[in-house]
């Protein structure tokens, strides 16, 4: 009875303050070489089968081949999305896949763009001999149709570009993989036309909050894999760099936080759960 009072006096700010101090611990504790070890070693052990699907399938694409990665999304998910693009693109140079980058919403254009360059000069990969810039690709929907019927149509900066690699491309079918990472309705739409009608390997990315909607597709085989949230970004950087506590990217590093923060999501669920039995069911029983 005491602890059912006292589990009754929480209130939203004790949630927030307590929210706060976990973001706050995970935030300053996440550089700590200890805590990076451990918080690597439980994701090491935690891949998510879906992530690990889309690396298997990348990783099994053969050298030469040509892909198409899609970002798009902005400034406000780059959290998420940049390490699942900056992984895609370290996998896809390493085994000397060619790349063409492009995105269909106006604030992914310089990002991917920009990334796909940084990669590129890790691995001393040249731009229209090894990739190819894509830019903003208008349409949304109707560009991905467009990409089944003429590719090179649909990304009218590529049109004209004489990288060798784009000699035989002529539509999405001669793509082997189109990846693409989303903030927004994108993913879906390349599953739902290029996989459904044209057949294309369709995998990607996209933020915590769509993963959901996403599954049905992978365990319908139209979408092969997914790297989902930030959860997803962190398994990619594990499976492509198998990093060293001392050489983690921020998106294992802000693991730490978000297991902090949902962790104590789920314990606060399970208190409301505990007043709702004990009102509702024992309570009344008693009277």
């Not at 694409?61 to 900056?86: Q, W």
Request: net charge positive; proline share 3%.
């Amino acid at each position: 009875m005491i602890i059912i009072n006292l589990f009754k006096k929480i209130t939203r700010r004790t949630i927030f303050l307590l929210v706060a101090i976990c973001l706050v611990f995970g935030t300053i504790f996440s550089d700590v070489y200890w805590v990076k070890k451990i918080n690597l070693e439980i994701l090491k052990r935690t891949i998510t089968p879906a992530s690990k699907q889309a690396y298997d399938f990348i990783e099994s694409i053969p050298s030469g081949s040509v892909v198409l990665v899609s970002g798009d999304y902005g400034p406000s998910t780059r959290v998420e999305a940049d390490p699942i693009l900056e992984n895609f693109l370290k996998q896809c140079f390493r085994k000397d896949i060619k790349v063409i980058a492009i995105s269909l919403v106006p604030d992914g254009a310089q990002i991917v763009a920009n990334k796909t360059i940084q990669i590129a000069g890790m691995y001393n990969k040249v731009e229209n001999q090894d990739y190819v810039i894509g830019g903003y690709v208008i349409g949304g929907a109707v560009a991905i149709e467009k990409m089944g019927v003429d590719l090179k149509d649909a990304i009218p900066i590529i049109s004209n570009n004489n990288a060798p690699f784009l000699k035989d491309i002529k539509t999405a079918n001669d793509l082997s993989l189109v990846f693409c990472i989303a903030a927004g309705d994108s993913l879906v739409h390349y599953i739902r036309i290029l996989k459904s009608r044209y057949g294309v390997n369709v995998s990607g990315g996209c933020t915590a909050v769509m993963a959901a909607e996403m599954y049905p597709y992978i365990l319908s085989g139209q979408l092969i894999g997914l790297f989902g949230g930030l959860k997803g970004a962190a398994d990619y950087e594990i499976l492509e760099s198998n990093p060293e506590p001392d050489q983690v990217s921020e998106a294992v590093k802000y693991m730490l936080t978000q297991s902090l923060i949902h962790g104590l999501l789920i314990i606060f669920i399970i208190i409301a759960n505990i007043i709702y039995v004990y009102d509702r069911v024992i309570f009344k029983k008693r009277i």
